[in-house]
């Protein structure tokens, strides 16, 4: 038997993720690893490893998970996208924090600012309107994956801040499985000029 389990040994099906977020330019990448680091300076020696440079986001929505997505998700997506009209803001992130249940998953988050509110709304009313079901869910904690599987779960603690600079937003594809490559850029979209 497999490691998946499969009788045959055949390797587990790739499972395709869409969704929309927030990319980080290339000094606010420095920044974020930086703030991962410095935590991980006060702490002991962990299990796991930082997040790529290359996979660094903010989720602003999760479109679902197929083997396949559908095309009309993926047209409808970005059709909702094109709608939306928010100006340009900025996001503030300085408190490191632990997500997950049964893994240690370090996360650098900050306050849900009324223009990223706007955005993340606007984006759910467009795509709503196409007929794009979101998935459920606890509700939008902003927040950057630094670290997952780590030794320790940390408790909430300040950090210098990292401020974000935020001119534009994009759909993901993140491909899971053997061979996977990771996430794949399916759209672009500029935030207005303020």
């Known amino acids: 038997m497999s490691a998946s389990g499969d009788l045959f040994g055949a390797p587990p099906p790739r499972r395709h993720s869409l969704f929309f977020a927030l990319l980080p330019d290339a000094a606010t990448v420095a920044a974020l690893r930086a703030a991962?680091?410095?935590l991980e300076a006060e702490l002991p020696p962990q299990?796991?490893?930082?997040?790529?440079?290359g996979k660094l986001h903010l989720t602003l929505h999760w479109l679902g998970e197929w083997s396949q997505p559908p095309q009309?998700?993926?047209?409808?997506?970005r059709?909702?996208?094109?709608?939306?009209?928010?100006p340009r803001f900025?996001?503030?992130l300085d408190t490191a924090d632990c997500?997950?249940?049964c893994e240690a998953v370090w996360v650098l988050r900050g306050a849900a600012s009324p223009p990223l509110l706007a955005l993340h709304g606007t984006?759910?009313?467009?795509?709503?309107?196409?007929?794009?079901?979101?998935s459920p869910g606890s509700g939008f904690a902003p927040h950057v994956t630094l670290r997952r599987r780590a030794s320790v779960r940390i408790v909430p603690r300040p950090l210098p801040p990292v401020h974000w600079p935020v001119g534009d937003f994009a759909l993901l594809e993140s491909v899971r499985g053997p061979g996977s490559a990771g996430y794949r850029l399916l759209g672009r979209w500029p935030l207005q000029a303020g």
Do not use: K
Request: aromatic letters at 2%.
């Open 72 to 77: 009309a998700t993926v047209d409808a997506a």
């Open 99 to 101: 997500f997950g249940r």
């Open 36 to 38: 991962r680091q410095a």
């Open 47 to 53: 299990r796991g490893r930082g997040v790529p440079d």
């Open 123 to 134: 984006l759910a009313t467009e795509l709503a309107q196409r007929r794009v079901r979101l």
């Open 90 to 92: 900025s996001v503030t």
């Open 79 to 86: 059709e909702a996208a094109a709608a939306v009209r928010v």
